[in-house]
């Protein structure tokens, strides 16, 4: 302030000697005014706008020399665009500099005329310094100005915050105020007593139950221990909670037993608005609590003493007396008895007791029942409680009255009349209205449960039985009302429906279901069905040629008996009755059938054959012919290979017969082993075609010994005078001679089958068989045998396995067989004995080839023959096989000599033996 003070009296002192001093002093040229000026000054001309005239300080302020300046144009220099001089007096201009900021110039133009020429004097003065300090100024002023805004703003926001804050702390402190009267208030109308206490046991905080507890105001408790206000022996009970709350730091709840009362006490853990700790408490009186919850569960033990008893025991008796312990043991009654009234006349009995010894007698005198008649007349129960108690009934136990202690005696009725009396003693804590209340209820509901358990018994047992009778019945059965809807069904009519339950039959309409349509797909008009016409007309109606429907969509044939249902009069519905008829049906025709037809060929059997016979004996028919034939070899097929082999060999022959016969031929089998045919309209050339087509037949099909597996025989009838049965009988005959005269040729060719089949079964056979037919002829002839027994021993070389037919191949061929095996293995010795006994040619082989497996030592089979035991034949087969299994025929005379020598003993005779290595 002192400094801008001084320099306005320097101002104003240099203005009033600047005159003073300017007259006294000679001026200076304009040139020199210029040259010496601190600020540049150049001179412009007006027209051209080129610098005439620069002071030195251009030079130098601009960069440029002096000699550069004149005649350059002011514009250019100044970097602006063209535009008039005179505009830029007093305008601040900015000049680039090319070493550091822009320079702010201020110029100063005033208008010069010389010789008749207009300049410009133009003067800039460098305001570079004074922008800069005064947009510093203007910077400075703005920042002060908005830091004075914030703050006033911060001082109100401020200020508005600490109003706002104050208004809530006056809220949260009426909040508070608030809650904690309506915390005292809600504490105060619970029943329970709370308090809060420090950790000193200081009582911090009571409410009005306490007040009411103690008989205190909560001023002269606050402050005080809860020992010092409660009895003493309490005192200790809370204390000692109190210890093992704040021990262990978590919340405890015990029930307390004090001046008659139980108090529930819950403590738990707290912090103090200060931060310290303590401990808050709840105490409620739970005495009548208690006591409700025992009665409830009293309660609950009778309702389920009553489930348990009326659901686990089956006789009424065991019910009875398990009510009346279970009752006992309830009240805690040491003795306890039941007395039961007789229906016939009233009088009680005693039906069981509890706690005490046999009654002397069960049968109570009329008196002792009229008394407690008397006494309980009202239906009412009678307790007593105290002494003296009279009780003439236990008398009977031999138990004096001084005994008892208490008495609670208890009738019970079962539809208004008196069903018995329950008697309960000497109960500790006495008996209530409620026991008795209770008592009754119980053994009522047993007593009503025992009456109509025995009732349902009965009529379950009369519906069961019913049910048992309709379900055991093999027909189907059901009802149907006056609507044809179905009441009931048995198990065999679901069964033949194919409906699982009675539920998708019952209250459907029956004919819908099951007889809507024919088995053709006819629709049946209700109205029409026998069955609906049984409930119009009252008649039952049978039903044989009708199909019933199943629920899978499929029909059968039924018999079918309608039963109408009449009550007072009228018909009230109808009773079904079915079976499924299509096996009937099926039964009856294949009892036609099997009538006329052989069972196992198919073909028309003996009755049959006697019907028509007789049937096609007329003049139509002739002429007639009847082929009779009988089958060879049957008994032979059947004893080898067994019935079923024989069995096909039937059916071979018949299907032959059928198939070389004409439709119109009848072809019956008339006993085991015989067949006729009989052929309408047949001469005896045609019969003879016949016969020969027969037995072409038998050989291309590969019949068991083809042509001569049957032997046939015919006749022809021409005349009417001829009698058909001795046409039978002649054809019969013709057959016989046939058969006798190529029995030896049907053998051997039978034989020659049952060879063939062995060999084609087993190839290896045949050469078996030959070499050692070949074998067994050699050793004949080495044991010097007569030429009849080498032939017989030749022969039975050749067909000493021929029972092998019988068996397997696998079983033929097998190497290691096992003793199940080997046992049917040997099988084939029986057979080849049965094989060769049937022929005639081969008779004589029989009994040989069966024992040629026997061992000299008794080791072999079949009879396990030992020695001389064995027949001579047998034996030397046994050598042949011996030497064909060894390879005799090839070794040198020493190896036949050691196999020999160690067979002899013990496989084969050791006497033939000896012959033999002598003969060789």
């Not at 208690?290 to 006789?315: H, I």
Request: overall charge negative.
């Amino acid at each position: 302030m002192n400094s801008r003070k001084t320099r306005i009296l320097l101002i104003l002192l240099m203005f009033f000697l600047t005159p003073l001093s300017l007259w006294s002093v000679s001026l200076p040229t304009l040139d020199e005014a210029i040259k010496h000026m601190s600020s540049p000054v150049l001179l412009i001309e007006a027209q051209t706008k080129s610098i005439v005239h620069a002071n030195p300080i251009t030079s130098t302020f601009f960069s440029i020399p002096h000699d550069r300046l004149n005649g350059r144009s002011l514009l250019s220099l100044l970097g602006l665009k063209n535009q008039s001089i005179v505009d830029l007096h007093g305008k601040i201009l900015s000049i680039p500099q090319a070493d550091g900021p822009n320079r702010k110039l201020q110029a100063s133009v005033q208008s010069l005329v010389s010789d008749g020429t207009y300049f410009y004097l133009v003067m800039l003065q460098d305001r570079t310094a004074q922008e800069h300090q005064l947009t510093r100024s203007r910077i400075l002023s703005i920042s002060l100005f908005t830091l004075l805004i914030v703050s006033v703003l911060f001082i109100a926001l401020f200020l508005v915050l600490q109003i706002k804050l104050m208004h809530k702390l006056e809220e949260q402190q009426k909040k508070q105020v608030y809650s904690i009267k309506l915390l005292q208030n809600f504490l105060d109308s619970d029943r329970r007593i709370s308090y809060v206490q420090d950790e000193t046991g200081r009582l911090m905080f009571v409410n009005a139950a306490l007040e009411m507890f103690i008989g205190k105001h909560t001023d002269q408790m606050l402050g005080s221990t809860i020992a010092s206000l409660v009895d003493p022996d309490f005192a200790i009970k809370l204390e000692h909670l109190d210890e093992e709350v704040t021990t262990g730091q978590r919340r405890m709840e015990e029930d307390i037993a004090w001046n008659k009362c139980i108090y529930r006490i819950s403590k738990f853990p707290l912090v103090l608005p200060d931060g310290n700790p303590g401990l808050g408490t709840f105490v409620m009186d739970i005495t009548e609590q208690v006591g409700q919850e025992e009665d409830l569960k009293q309660n609950l033990k009778r309702s389920a003493l009553l489930v348990d008893v009326l659901s686990s025991y089956e006789k009424p008796q065991d019910q009875l007396e398990v009510a009346l312990v279970r009752v006992s043991e309830l009240t805690k009654s040491p003795i306890g008895l039941l007395l039961r009234s007789d229906s016939s006349n009233g009088a009680l009995h005693i039906q069981a007791w509890y706690g005490i010894e046999n009654p002397a007698v069960k049968d109570l005198p009329l008196e002792v029942t009229r008394l407690f008649q008397t006494m309980l007349a009202d239906n009412s129960a009678l307790i007593q409680n105290h002494a003296p108690i009279k009780c003439p009934l236990f008398d009977f136990f031999d138990i004096s009255c001084n005994e008892l202690t208490s008495l609670c005696t208890v009738a019970y009725t079962v539809d208004h009349e008196l069903a018995g009396i329950v008697l309960l003693a000497n109960s500790p804590v006495g008996y209530k209205e409620q026991d008795s209340y209770q008592i009754k209820l119980l053994f009522g509901s047993v007593h009503t449960s025992m009456i109509k358990q025995q009732k349902e018994e009965e009529l379950a047992a009369s519906r069961q039985s019913l049910r048992l009778i309709l379900d055991s019945t093999a027909e189907g059965i059901f009802g149907i009302d006056q609507q044809g809807l179905c009441t009931f069904c048995n198990a065999s009519c679901l069964s033949l429906l194919g409906y699982e339950c009675e539920q998708q039959l019952l209250g459907k309409n029956i004919h819908a279901l099951i007889h809507h349509s024919t088995v053709d797909g006819t629709l049946i008009n209700e109205h029409d069905c026998p069955i609906r016409k049984t409930l119009l007309t009252g008649i039952g109606v049978e039903m044989e040629d009708e199909v019933f429907w199943r629920k899978d969509g499929s029909c059968f044939d039924v018999l079918c008996y309608s039963y109408p249902q009449i009550k007072e009069d009228a018909v009230v519905g109808a009773v079904v009755t079915f079976t499924n008829n299509t096996e009937r049906k099926a039964n009856l025709a294949k009892i036609e059938y099997l009538s006329f037809h052989d069972q196992l060929t198919g073909l028309y059997n003996r009755a049959y054959f006697d019907e028509t016979l007789v049937a096609i004996d007329h003049k139509r028919a002739y002429p007639i012919s009847i082929i009779v034939g009988d089958v060879n070899g049957l008994k032979l097929t059947n004893d080898i290979f067994g019935h079923t082999a024989g069995d096909t060999l039937l059916t071979d022959v018949a299907k032959v017969l059928s198939s070389s016969c004409r439709s119109s031929d009848i072809i019956s089998r008339i006993g085991g082993d015989e067949f006729v045919i009989l052929l309408p309209n047949t001469g005896s050339n045609t019969a003879q075609e016949i016969v020969d087509r027969i037995l072409h037949n038998l050989d291309s099909k590969g019949v068991l010994a083809g042509r001569r597996s049957i032997a046939l025989g015919w006749a022809t009838k021409t005349l009417k005078e001829e009698r058909i049965h001795d046409l039978f009988d002649a054809a019969e005959d013709r057959m016989y001679r046939q058969k006798t005269l190529g029995r030896t040729e049907t053998q051997r060719q039978q034989l020659e089958v049952l060879t063939n089949m062995l060999f084609t079964k087993a190839p290896k056979e045949r050469e078996h068989a030959l070499r050692v037919q070949q074998h067994a002829k050699r050793i004949g002839e080495l044991l010097h045998a007569s030429s009849e027994d080498v032939s017989l021993i030749t022969r039975a070389g050749f067909y000493h396995d021929i029972g092998k037919v019988v068996l397997d191949t696998k079983l033929i061929n097998a190497k290691g067989r096992d003793s199940a095996m080997q046992r049917q293995y040997q099988e084939h010795v029986i057979s080849g004995f049965r094989i060769l006994n049937t022929f005639e040619e081969t008779i004589d082989l029989a009994p040989l080839v069966l024992h040629h497996h026997e061992r000299w030592d008794g080791s072999g089979y079949l009879k396990g023959l030992h020695g001389e035991e064995i027949p001579y034949i047998s034996r030397v087969l046994r050598l042949a096989e011996v030497w064909e299994r060894e390879g005799l025929d090839e070794a040198s005379m020493e190896t036949k000599q050691a196999v020999l020598n160690k067979l002899a003993g013990t496989e084969v005779d050791p006497v033939m033996v000896s012959q033999i290595l002598t003969s060789l």
